[in-house]
């Protein structure tokens, strides 16, 4: 989002957004989407609890399992582990170098993931979240460690920013979620890490 456009269209040309970076605890309890125009390339947005809306997420921690489903629409479902909890993952013939990429990986490992949110209700009403991969890559500790700390600023960040933006305000209704809730998240995560 250059310039803070908040859009996935500029000029006529379409333009991915910004992967937001989002620890798992904070994801699981986003269960507000929405889609920002009448268009059908028109972004789907997940908001927040800390109150940003975000299209796309970046995340990192240890590949723990990943399982191949399927035969005519082979797909693979992982699950990334970061300091707070668990991402799941998926990959499908949609995303073709996602799928390869996953294919060659082994767990467990550390690995880099940007993929789009998508919540699912579940039969009985609880909202589930998981990640539609665009890329996975293998890296080492020192990647999934800056990860963290950077995760952990933008997480304080969005928190220090809670209540004045429109997408702040609607978060604090929908939510009613205390903010030290996951300001404690963060110090926990970054006192997880022996740096």
Request: glycine fraction near 8%; proline fraction near 6%; charged fraction near 30%.
């Given at each position: 989002m250059i310039g803070g456009a908040a859009g996935g269209k500029?000029?006529?040309f379409f333009y991915r957004?910004?992967?937001?970076?989002?620890?798992a605890v904070e994801l699981k309890e986003s269960r507000i989407h929405f889609k920002e125009?009448?268009?059908?390339?028109?972004?789907?947005?997940?908001?927040?609890p800390t109150g940003e809306r975000c299209n796309r997420v970046f995340l990192a921690g240890t590949l723990t399992e990943k399982r191949r489903q399927g035969e005519q629409n082979m797909f693979y479902r992982a699950r990334v582990v970061d300091p707070t909890g668990t991402f799941f993952v998926m990959a499908g013939s949609y995303q073709p170098e996602a799928m390869q990429q996953?294919?060659?990986l082994e767990p467990p490992t550390f690995v880099a993931v940007v993929g789009k949110p998508?919540?699912?209700?579940?039969?009985d009403g609880a909202a589930l979240i998981s990640i539609r991969c665009e890329s996975i890559t293998q890296?080492?500790?020192d990647i999934r460690d800056q990860w963290v700390l950077d995760t952990?600023?933008?997480t304080l960040d969005r928190i220090d920013q809670s209540g004045q933006t429109p997408d702040g305000e609607r978060a604090k209704r929908e939510y009613n979620i205390d903010p030290a809730l996951f300001r404690k998240v963060v110090y926990e995560?970054?006192?997880?890490m022996k740096i």
């Amino acid at each position: 989002m250059i310039g803070g456009a908040a859009g996935g269209k500029r000029e006529g040309f379409f333009y991915r957004e910004p992967a937001k970076r989002v620890f798992a605890v904070e994801l699981k309890e986003s269960r507000i989407h929405f889609k920002e125009g009448q268009d059908e390339k028109s972004p789907t947005y997940i908001l927040l609890p800390t109150g940003e809306r975000c299209n796309r997420v970046f995340l990192a921690g240890t590949l723990t399992e990943k399982r191949r489903q399927g035969e005519q629409n082979m797909f693979y479902r992982a699950r990334v582990v970061d300091p707070t909890g668990t991402f799941f993952v998926m990959a499908g013939s949609y995303q073709p170098e996602a799928m390869q990429q996953i294919a060659r990986l082994e767990p467990p490992t550390f690995v880099a993931v940007v993929g789009k949110p998508n919540v699912y209700q579940a039969p009985d009403g609880a909202a589930l979240i998981s990640i539609r991969c665009e890329s996975i890559t293998q890296v080492d500790k020192d990647i999934r460690d800056q990860w963290v700390l950077d995760t952990g600023k933008a997480t304080l960040d969005r928190i220090d920013q809670s209540g004045q933006t429109p997408d702040g305000e609607r978060a604090k209704r929908e939510y009613n979620i205390d903010p030290a809730l996951f300001r404690k998240v963060v110090y926990e995560a970054l006192s997880q890490m022996k740096i």
